[in-house]
């Protein structure tokens, strides 16, 4: 694995356009390469605050190690690639490859519910795609949302932030992820470790919301506890018949009770997904995921 180069001032190479996005972990701003001109992406560790001074510097240890995990997936074409990293006014700070594109957040939010089957299955089917090969090298992604995922102009997702991303079996010491999406097991220590059921939990978030704009458990309104209900019974008559299982399969409380393995929601989808070469369906997300599966063939 190639080492991250250490550019020392990040401002001397790179100049600092816009934010563009204000996450738990850092600030994301684009940027320009002074010397080629390519934007870059830069994502920045939050200035200091009033807390000790060994918190801002565990915090910017934590943006290392994110840039070190990045590295691990290099040579996947939906990860976006680490280029380098640095400082800025004294904060650490990651510039990755920018990424063209709407979050996945704001797409459904134009669409919401979405219904059609080739639309829920082209996005959750992209994004088993990524997590296979995620997953292949022993990573936990851990904060799968709507936030983390972008959808290119040609219908392509691609998955960033991998803050909370860990190795699989990794014992944890703390809650890792966000609320509403995160496992149960992610809401604690696991001194087990995570591991990639918890992502699929993530993955089957993502379906409910498109489907019937509700998180399983609570959500976002309490913490979730054993055995509460997943969804309000008007929620449940909602799921389309040909997803339900699939998505109450995925967000089951216990790990050990969802897939396997993303390969067994994929299988679950295929019925679903675009043949290769048909027409864009005319209630169509914008961008358009199913013209992914319309161009390309499955890869699972």
Same mark, same amino acid.
Not at 265 to 285: E, N, Q, T
């Given at each position: 694995?190639?080492?991250?180069?250490?550019?020392?001032?990040?401002?001397?190479? &790179? +100049?600092?356009?816009?934010? /563009?996005? !204000? =996450?738990?972990?850092? !600030?994301?701003?684009?940027?320009?390469?002074?010397? %080629? =001109?390519?934007? /870059?992406?830069?994502?920045?560790?939050? @200035?200091?605050?009033?807390?000790?001074?060994?918190?801002?510097?565990?915090?910017?240890?934590?943006?290392?190690?994110?840039?070190?995990?990045?590295?691990?997936? %290099?040579?996947?074409?939906?990860?976006?690639?680490?280029?380098?990293?640095?400082?800025?006014?004294?904060?650490?700070?990651?510039?990755?490859?920018?990424?063209?594109?709407?979050?996945?957040?704001?797409?459904?939010?134009?669409?919401?519910?979405?219904?059609?089957?080739?639309?829920?299955?082209?996005?959750?089917?992209?994004?088993?795609?990524?997590?296979?090969? /995620?997953?292949?090298?022993?990573?936990?992604?851990? $904060?799968?949302?709507?936030?983390?995922?972008?959808?290119?102009?040609?219908?392509?997702?691609?998955?960033?932030?991998?803050?909370?991303?860990?190795?699989?079996?990794?014992? %944890?010491?703390?809650?890792?992820?966000?609320?509403?999406?995160?496992?149960? +097991?992610?809401? $604690?220590?696991?001194?087990?470790?995570?591991?990639?059921?918890?992502?699929?939990?993530?993955?089957?978030?993502?379906?409910?919301?498109?489907?019937?704009?509700?998180?399983?458990?609570?959500?976002?309104?309490?913490? @979730?506890?054993?055995?509460?209900?997943?969804?309000?019974? !008007?929620?449940?008559?909602?799921?389309?018949?040909?997803? @339900?299982?699939?998505?109450?399969?995925?967000?089951?409380?216990?790990?050990?009770?969802?897939?396997?393995?993303?390969?067994?929601?994929?299988?679950?989808?295929?019925? &679903?997904?675009?043949?290769?070469?048909?027409?864009?369906?005319?209630?169509?997300?914008?961008? !358009?995921? %199913?013209? &992914? &599966?319309?161009?390309?063939?499955?890869?699972?």
């Amino acid at each position: 694995m190639r080492e991250i180069e250490e550019i020392g001032n990040v401002e001397k190479r &790179y +100049e600092v356009l816009d934010m /563009v996005g !204000d =996450g738990g972990q850092g !600030d994301l701003f684009l940027g320009r390469d002074r010397r %080629t =001109g390519v934007r /870059v992406a830069l994502k920045l560790q939050k @200035a200091r605050d009033l807390g000790p001074e060994s918190d801002f510097h565990w915090a910017g240890s934590n943006l290392l190690e994110e840039g070190s995990r990045m590295m691990m997936l %290099t040579g996947i074409r939906e990860i976006p690639e680490i280029i380098a990293t640095g400082t800025r006014r004294g904060r650490r700070c990651l510039v990755m490859e920018f990424v063209q594109g709407r979050q996945l957040q704001n797409v459904l939010l134009a669409a919401r519910p979405v219904r059609h089957s080739g639309n829920v299955a082209s996005v959750i089917g992209q994004l088993c795609e990524i997590l296979r090969q /995620v997953h292949d090298r022993n990573l936990v992604h851990c $904060d799968l949302k709507p936030e983390n995922v972008i959808v290119q102009p040609d219908g392509r997702l691609r998955l960033i932030d991998m803050g909370h991303a860990i190795m699989a079996g990794e014992e %944890t010491s703390h809650e890792r992820g966000t609320r509403g999406w995160a496992s149960p +097991e992610q809401s $604690d220590a696991c001194p087990s470790g995570l591991t990639r059921r918890a992502d699929i939990f993530g993955l089957g978030c993502i379906l409910l919301e498109m489907t019937v704009m509700r998180l399983p458990y609570g959500g976002l309104e309490e913490r @979730a506890e054993p055995g509460g209900p997943v969804l309000p019974a !008007d929620k449940l008559a909602e799921l389309p018949p040909e997803f @339900a299982s699939l998505a109450l399969w995925m967000v089951r409380w216990e790990a050990e009770e969802r897939p396997a393995d993303v390969r067994e929601v994929f299988d679950r989808l295929r019925p &679903y997904l675009p043949r290769l070469g048909s027409r864009r369906p005319s209630k169509r997300l914008r961008p !358009d995921p %199913t013209e &992914y &599966y319309r161009t390309h063939p499955p890869r699972l």
